[in-house]
């Protein structure tokens, strides 16, 4: 009953083939991700430039311009691999093209993506819903960290849950900030824009940072660390390559097309937002209570920064409502953004533990369609970073890009390298042309992505982008070790090519050994000395260990009052440890016998509740788990199922 509550009802494996996914479903789901990102890009890019002061702030549209340009190049290089990657997935495209060592690196960076989309879109979530409920104000961890366990429970309810909850407030997001930009736009032109109320603030500025718009070159690397922090708005863009199957057919077409769209609406939402953001003065500040000024004193630690999209919003209606009603849908749609990574994460790990890079838990499919394991694990380590790194976005954003470009980088230097190679053996001149086109279109790809990923490590790097370097690292080296494990597993267990290893597995025991243990001759007891004798070994005898006298005389007075056909014998436990003093035994007799095979029989009852076993001593469990490591032995439990 409570696995039910938690994972819904069980879906058969006929019905769970039947995920196509219309574009009007599949666009507002995995378009979420890039939709999402203009709930915090704009701030990224306004409090990077407010380094330098307002006057910075002009620079903000220019900033947002090349952003959207190295989208739509991007998009359209995707584009292109969909129709050569298929359903297949970008760590298969990368695996076949780029080798296994490549393709752990991807994968490793699309985890962490995947983990810190989640983290970035809820902790982002968190501080919209503090921004238009006041009343939440100073729990910015404690509801990013709820609204992660109330996604996780979503998704663990499965494919057909997540799907009734994800498009609406996708499409209701859209149509409010297209409104809301619409009408900023119109207000602009009409003159009737007004100002935010953060234009009124002042912003400390050092002295060497403000000199830095005096000279060409410092408003060039202030543009570039501005483009670096607002190039988390490309994220989104690999959710689709990934997510191919998941379209209903034409899938590829399909998934194309929606890419294109997603990729056009987010280029327009930036570029409005930011343009928006320089009418209306807002200011954003990396720590506003040292660096703002209002009225003349400090914000103080009290003071709450409100997002610049709904700065704007305040701007362009005047009236609360109008900012509540944006707040929510951009709340919705930072929640189906981060239902995205739960959908992605788990089909990612189980085509890596597929190929024994990862734990084949994280293949298991639960009976609700999804990869409850992948999704769990996914929960956790989420959660997991926004406790250990607080739900501090800007922070959290640091991490994001790099995880992102560079699996970008490595998918689009697969597809060059593969359409590279096709041209070389193909000789027709209709399809050279067609290749050549493809590589042009892919170099442009990797460029763009290269560009942007060394842009990111060389100002980001000691800001947090260490951490995902770090941590891809790190995933990476658990790949190989597991794999190696893997690997180590399969080649002892593998069947041996010489006939005479193969003769000496298949050959039966010299002789077989029985030992029961016996803790208390009673009912349990009986059952295994019959199925030990029901085997027929070759010699029988009941084990019972000395750790109170009394007890073991009783055992004794018992087992000769019922005349039992087998011989007790009683071993002697001075530091009163039953596991050690059995295990010691069968060592002996193994010693003395290699060849012959021992089965300890176990009896074992079995309680109705899982928490009445906190009553009752775990001995045989012990001995259980110490005796699975003796070469030779085996393990028999006879378990006797304890009433209600």
């Not at 935010?196 to 408003?219: H, I, K």
């Not at 050690?580 to 109705?608: F, G, N, T, W």
Request: charged share 15%; aromatic share 6%; glycine share 6%.
């Amino acid at each position: 009953m409570a696995t039910r509550l938690i994972f819904g009802a069980p879906v058969t494996s006929r019905h769970a083939k039947k995920g196509n996914l219309p574009k009007r479903r599949a666009l507002p789901l995995f378009g979420a991700d890039g939709f999402s990102s203009v709930a915090y890009a704009p701030d990224e890019i306004l409090l990077t430039l407010l380094l330098a002061g307002h006057g910075a702030l002009a620079y903000s549209p220019l900033v947002g311009l090349g952003i959207a340009l190295i989208l739509l190049v991007v998009v359209g290089a995707y584009r292109y691999n969909i129709q050569h990657v298929g359903e297949r997935g970008d760590f298969s495209l990368v695996h076949q093209n780029l080798g296994i060592t490549a393709a752990i690196v991807l994968g490793a960076a699309l985890m962490v993506d995947f983990m810190l989309t989640v983290a970035v879109s809820l902790s982002s979530a968190a501080q919209y819903l503090e921004s238009i409920t006041p009343v939440l104000l100073g729990h910015q961890q404690l509801i990013a960290c709820s609204l992660i366990a109330l996604v996780t429970f979503i998704c663990l309810r499965g494919l057909k849950v997540m799907l009734r909850v994800s498009h609406l407030p996708s499409y209701v997001f859209l149509v409010l900030l297209a409104v809301t930009v619409a009408c900023g736009l119109i207000a602009d032109a009409t003159g009737q824009l007004g100002r935010a109320v953060s234009a009124e603030y002042t912003v400390m500025v050092p002295d060497d940072a403000a000199e830095v718009l005096t000279t060409q070159l410092g408003v060039g690397l202030l543009l570039v660390r501005a483009f670096a922090s607002g190039s988390v708005a490309l994220t989104g863009v690999n959710t689709v390559s990934n997510a191919v199957k998941a379209f209903a057919p034409p899938r590829q077409r399909n998934a194309a097309t929606s890419l294109m769209v997603i990729g056009g609406l987010s280029a327009l939402s930036l570029l409005g937002v930011l343009y928006l953001a320089r009418q209306t003065g807002v200011v954003s500040v990396l720590d506003p209570a040292q660096g703002l000024l209002i009225n003349g004193q400090p914000a103080g630690e009290d003071f709450h920064q409100v997002p610049a999209l709904l700065q704007i919003t305040d701007a362009i209606f005047g009236i609360p409502l109008a900012s509540v009603l944006l707040g929510a849908a951009t709340i919705g749609v930072l929640i189906v953004a981060a239902m995205t990574a739960f959908t992605g994460f788990p089909m990612l790990a189980t085509t890596i533990a597929a190929k024994q890079y990862l734990p084949v838990h994280l293949s298991a499919r639960s009976s609700t369609v999804l990869y409850a394991n992948g999704v769990l694990a996914l929960g956790s380590s989420s959660m997991l970073l926004v406790a250990i790194v607080g739900p501090n976005v800007h922070a959290l954003v640091q991490m994001y890009i790099v995880g992102v470009f560079t699996a970008m980088t490595l998918t689009q230097y697969a597809v060059l390298r593969n359409r590279w190679q096709a041209q070389r053996i193909t000789l027709d001149t209709k399809k050279r042309r067609t290749l050549w086109r493809d590589i042009g279109i892919s170099a442009i790809g990797t460029g763009a992505s290269v560009t942007v990923l060394v842009v990111i490590i060389l100002t980001k790097f000691t800001h947090g982008a260490w951490v995902t370097v770090l941590l891809i690292l790190l995933l990476t080296w658990l790949m190989i070790k597991t794999n190696k494990h893997y690997s180590s597993i399969d080649r002892q267990l593998a069947l041996s090519a010489d006939p005479e290893q193969l003769a000496a597995d298949r050959a039966l025991p010299s002789r077989v050994h029985a030992l029961i243990y016996v803790e208390r001759v009673r009912k349990p007891v009986l059952r295994a000395l019959a199925y030990a004798r029901a085997s027929r070994p070759s010699s029988i005898e009941a084990l019972v260990v000395n750790v109170d006298d009394a007890r073991t005389r009783e055992n004794i007075d018992t087992w000769e009052a019922l005349e039992l056909p087998v011989d007790l014998t009683v071993l002697d436990s001075p530091y009163r440890n039953p596991s050690a003093s059995v295990l010691d035994y069968v060592q002996r007799i193994r010693q003395k016998s290699p060849r012959d095979v021992l089965v300890v029989y176990l009896p074992e009852y079995v309680v109705p509740h899982w928490w009445q076993g906190f009553f009752h001593r775990r001995t045989v469990h012990k001995l259980k788990a110490r005796l699975r490591h003796e070469p030779g032995v085996v393990v028999a439990s006879v378990p006797w199922q304890i009433e209600r």
